[in-house]
């Protein structure tokens, strides 16, 4: 009954590769969201979406492209790796008008 | 603009004593305040938050804040610290919500038995 779950937990992958991370709320919320947490624990936004339509994007390179097929899932695609983009990548949600984020467990990447 | 300070990376306290972590906050309109707390490998969980409602605010496992807006702070406190809070704390602020939220660095606690 995971409220708000990410796959796969751990990602090791090798420079210049395209990956992608799962995730998918079961709270009926209408906007989701992905945090990158950087090795100093420094928690920022980069995207935010809202009924399927993107509503903020904090100046992340274009090579990171979220993917919302419905309501209840946003995705996260990352092309052409590189080693700065290893990090904890956080999904997160919430419900309309409200003011408390879900977050879900976080997806470790490792680009080597 | 909105952005969170939080004084000391790393806080260490006796188990039973009062826990402190603090943080500072600006912003130029009203703020929501947060704290979540993060434990080893997992993800952030909401301890407690402010909405301009009440300024002291009560929070999960005996946590609870107060909003002092002349101080622009919103201080972490337990009175009685136990061997499972130790965690990651993060304050965040946001002027409209959950959908912009400003993270702190983060106060490591620890408690010594």
């Known amino acids: 009954d995971t409220a708000v779950s990410q796959t796969p937990k751990y990602l090791v992958t090798q420079m210049g590769n395209d990956k992608s991370i799962k995730c998918e709320q079961n709270?009926?919320?209408?906007?989701m969201y992905w945090y990158k947490q950087d090795s100093k624990k420094f928690l920022k936004i980069m995207f935010s979406?809202?009924?399927?339509?993107?509503?903020i994007n904090e100046t992340v390179p274009n090579r990171f492209s979220p993917k919302s097929p419905d309501k209840a899932h946003l995705n996260l695609h990352i092309n052409s790796l590189e080693l700065g983009d290893s990090a904890v990548y956080f999904c997160?949600?919430?419900?309309?008008?409200?003011?408390?984020?879900?977050f879900g467990q976080g997806t470790r990447l490792t680009v080597v | 603009a909105q952005s969170v300070t939080q004084l000391g990376s790393h806080v260490s306290v006796s188990e039973g004593a009062l826990v402190l972590l603090r943080c500072n906050y600006s912003?130029?309109?009203?703020?929501?305040l947060f704290w979540y707390v993060q434990y080893p490998n997992q993800g952030l969980q909401l301890l407690l938050k402010?909405?301009?409602?009440?300024?002291l605010v009560k929070g999960i496992n005996g946590f609870e804040a107060e909003f002092k807006k002349s101080e622009t702070s919103f201080h972490l406190t337990k009175p009685s610290a136990h061997m499972s809070d130790a965690a990651e704390y993060f304050c965040?602020?946001?002027?409209?919500?959950?959908?912009?939220?400003?993270f702190g660095t983060g106060t490591r606690l620890t408690v010594i038995p």
């Open positions: 997160a949600s919430s419900p309309a008008g409200d003011t408390e984020a879900f």
């Open positions: 709270l009926g919320h209408d906007t």
């Open positions: 979406y809202n009924n399927k339509e993107l509503i």
């Open positions: 912003s130029s309109v009203p703020p929501y």
């Open positions: 402010y909405t301009s409602a009440a300024t």
């Open positions: 965040a602020v946001s002027s409209t919500g959950a959908n912009n939220l400003f």
